[in-house]
């Protein structure tokens, strides 16, 4: 399985300097193959490779969809294609959490490997010349050399390798997989995903970001960005505790988390923890000065300030809390 | 038709607030997920636009650029019209770099050439290609 990799791997990279005689060589014993057969296939029509990429990916993770019903959404018949921002934002629209892989053909085995067949961007012309196509790769066969893919017409293509990973080149080796919520990368970066989530959330899909968050929290407890998702996900089905008790999470990865801290001060005001809620609140203020946030916090100043006249002063012994 | 239109109004802004969730937006200056990664990619941007620069302002690599027909002033203009995703591209590969206060020459040669290719794939100048 491994050398299996490291040939396709380095493949990419001779493919990359120009080296376009390399014969291939077996890459020896074990595991080499990886076909997912139970992926879908929908034959594009005409120039509608988008549509039809894109319902690969998201009936294989259980969307009941197909793709003349993605046609409105993601086709440009001005432009007869589909734009890869539009793919993004249709799967986000399914409820589906989509991932732009590393521009790395280590990190396209991985996703193989783990099940995720992937939405890539193929260039069959030249930089100058371009002529795009969206295909799903379904799995590799590492002993032959060869990529497997949902492609156009094609229920089961397969491609040499080296052919493949220079039409990938040409596109820059842009990919995605599609996750359901909660399903995390082979190949995960931290930032990545909870980017791809905050979108997801962005999109009127809370619920399904919250289980991303929750996953991301689980994978990097470390990550002072994974809590403050998740909290945000606490505060949304009201559970104000367990989002006050994430936030000091955030803050004890990273005490100079301006919006960590402005959002504990308000739910510490909001239970009647004035002093302590100002004392967070004007620290945050000094943090963030001259920064982004600068105006939320001022928000949150006057919306503090508002709450102790209107919320009753909870006991001293419940506003506790050293940092 | 006044009444439908008031009511079909109503049920649309109460639908969009069941499904976006009362909680954090019921609440001034409490902050979400979408403004704190704007945020951070606003800050990571500027890091990587610094350091772009900071490499671009080196006399030793103008020279070198100015070798090659490049305008150093005009590079530096165009390194900031690059999108984010670009721009970190270009300040990792320089960070990949050899660094340091005193860089060799092949290394001046390197963050030039990175700064041409890059701007050069982006159909911005035309160095390394001769006709089209």
């Not at chain 1, 296939?41 to 549509?51: A, D, K, N, R, S």
């Not at chain 1, 894109?54 to 294609?81: F, Q, S």
């Not at chain 1, 921002?85 to 280590?106: G, N, W």
């Not at chain 1, 289980?211 to 990097?220: K, N």
Request: proline share 5%.
């Amino acid at each position: 399985m491994r050398s299996a990799r490291l040939v396709l791997a380095s493949l990419a990279l001779l493919g990359a300097a120009g080296c376009s005689d390399l014969s291939l060589r077996p890459a020896g014993a074990g595991a080499t193959r990886v076909e997912l057969v139970d992926t879908p296939f929908f034959p594009q029509e005409q120039y509608q490779c988008g549509p039809a990429a894109l319902a690969t990916v998201l009936v294989a993770t259980g969307i009941a969809t197909d793709a003349d019903a993605l046609v409105p959404e993601v086709y440009l018949p001005a432009r007869k294609g589909s734009l890869q921002a539009e793919l993004l934002a249709a799967t986000r629209r399914h409820a589906r959490l989509p991932y732009v892989i590393d521009r790395d053909p280590a990190a396209l085995l991985a996703e193989l490997d783990a099940g995720h067949p992937v939405l890539v961007l193929q260039n069959f012309g030249s930089r100058g010349h371009p002529v795009w196509h969206y295909a799903v790769v379904i799995g590799y066969e590492g002993d032959r050399g060869r990529f497997i893919l949902r492609s156009g017409t094609t229920r089961r293509q397969e491609l040499a390798a080296r052919r493949f990973l220079a039409t990938w080149q040409r596109a820059d080796r842009w990919g995605f997989i599609a996750l359901r919520p909660g399903e995390l990368p082979a190949h995960a970066d931290a930032a990545r995903y909870l980017r791809a989530a905050s979108d997801l959330e962005a999109t009127a899909q809370p619920q399904a970001a919250a289980r991303s968050y929750a996953a991301a929290v689980a994978r990097w407890p470390e990550q002072p960005l994974a809590w403050f998702a998740f909290a945000g996900a606490r505060l949304d089905e009201g559970q104000p505790g367990a989002a006050e008790d994430a936030y000091r999470r955030v803050l004890a990865l990273d005490p100079l988390h301006v919006a960590a801290r402005n959002n504990l001060a308000l739910l510490l005001a909001k239970r009647g923890c004035h002093d302590l809620a100002s004392q967070e609140i004007e620290r945050a203020r000094a943090e963030a000065a001259g920064r982004p946030l600068a105006d939320e916090v001022a928000a949150s100043m006057q919306e503090i300030a508002a709450l102790r006249t209107t919320v009753r002063a909870a006991p001293p012994a419940q506003c506790v809390w050293q940092n | 038709m006044t009444r439908t239109l008031v009511r079909s109004i109503l049920t649309l802004t109460l639908g969009a607030m069941v499904m976006v969730g009362v909680p954090r937006g019921a609440w001034a200056g409490m902050i979400g997920m979408p403004a704190v990664v704007a945020a951070e990619a606003d800050a990571a941007r500027a890091a990587d636009l610094a350091l772009v620069q900071s490499q671009l302002a080196r006399a030793d690599v103008q020279k070198q650029l100015q070798v090659f027909g490049v305008d150093p002033a005009d590079a530096a203009a165009r390194a900031a019209s690059l999108s984010s995703t670009e721009l970190a591209e270009l300040a990792q590969r320089m960070r990949d770099a050899p660094a340091g206060g005193d860089m060799g020459f092949l290394a001046v040669i390197g963050v030039v050439f990175l700064v041409l290719l890059l701007l050069d794939y982006l159909n911005v100048i035309h160095v390394f290609r001769s006709h089209k």
